[in-house]
């Protein structure tokens, strides 16, 4: 179960002069954008061969249905949704579908992807492999992992479950933004979320990684106001290392009062029914995938420019001018 996918695509699938009819093409690309484009990000194999060899292909074909092809997968690239990938295989670059179809399947072993989608011509080869599937054939039953993407998504109270279903934002994201008014370090149920920051670390370029919050320490009536120097310190006592080792840097955004929880990225948002908080027993929570309009309303909404909050604070760890940042 997953609320986001990582799928490789062989490049027949999205070369128009593969198929004897446009039509069909064109239904097909149109169920493909709409999942790589919201749910989905793509795998540029090879080290960006898969994608480079891809553009040169359809530049040479010069009609309008590569045009669409090239558009999108500019649009793709632009919004961080094809990813890289090193070599699976050993030299030389795959030159058909076969090959490229192996490629993946070794990506796969390296790091897995949720499914490979090839073309018609090669899906007899790899009937007996569940991951591998005809791009005609991805709404059939059958196919069990196209479907498997949800918008909502039931989960343990626990870290190593909050790593798995955000694994791809943590992995591949180029913004991630950690919004929980009650995210404290100090606190037993916070004590893990170290955890998703060094999973977010340790790749080029660093993602720019901001935390949410706000100044009240707890909830219900009389709750003190946290002190802005010590709240300093106690993030960076907490977190300074994780993120030096890391090689991450956080900018910490502390309102006035807020109370829903997200994760908001540029390949996606959820918002967390409890947040980031763990718990040792048998508690389940809720996670729900924002649509594209909320995902950027609530971005906006936690917009240090933004009227709907007072922004109180903000701190960087670790220092800009740090010498180890």
Not at 111 to 125: K, M, Y
Request: aromatic letters at 8%; glycine letters at 4%; hydrophobic letters at 35%.
């Amino acid at each position: 179960m997953a609320l986001f996918s990582e799928y490789a695509v062989t490049p027949d699938v999205l070369d128009p002069t593969c198929y004897p009819d446009s039509t069909v093409f064109s239904s097909l690309i149109a169920s493909l954008k709409e999942v790589f484009s919201h749910e989905g990000i793509v795998r540029n194999l090879r080290d960006k061969a898969w994608g480079a060899n891809l553009i040169k292909r359809l530049k040479g074909a010069k009609n309008p249905e590569s045009e669409k092809i090239l558009r999108l997968l500019a649009e793709l690239s632009n919004k961080g949704r094809l990813i890289p990938s090193a070599p699976a295989l050993p030299p030389p670059s795959p030159t058909n579908e076969r090959e490229w179809c192996e490629e993946a399947l070794a990506s796969h072993s390296n790091l897995p992807l949720n499914g490979i989608i090839v073309s018609d011509a090669i899906r007899s080869t790899y009937r007996r492999n569940s991951l591998v599937e005809s791009v005609k054939r991805l709404s059939l039953s059958t196919c069990t992992w196209w479907s498997l993407t949800n918008n909502s998504l039931r989960l343990s109270r626990d870290i190593n479950d909050y790593k798995d279903a955000l694994k791809l934002i943590l992995r591949h994201a180029k913004s991630i933004k950690f919004i929980d008014p009650h995210i404290d370090p100090e606190k037993p149920n916070y004590r893990h979320f170290s955890q998703l920051l060094e999973v977010a670390g340790n790749r080029t370029p660093q993602p720019h990684v901001e935390i949410h919050r706000k100044i009240l320490r707890g909830s219900g009536q009389n709750v003190p106001l946290w002190d802005p120097q010590n709240m300093e310190d106690t993030f960076r006592k907490a977190f300074e290392r994780v993120l030096l080792e890391a090689k991450l840097k956080i900018k910490v955004f502390v309102w006035d009062d807020f109370h829903d929880r997200y994760l908001i990225s540029n390949l996606g948002g959820i918002q967390m029914a409890n947040g980031f908080d763990t718990s040792t027993g048998p508690r389940r929570t809720t996670w729900s995938r924002l649509g594209r309009s909320v995902r950027d309303d609530v971005q906006r909404e936690f917009n240090d420019k933004n009227e709907d909050h007072r922004l109180r604070f903000t701190f960087t760890i670790p220092f800009q001018n740090s010498p180890s940042a």
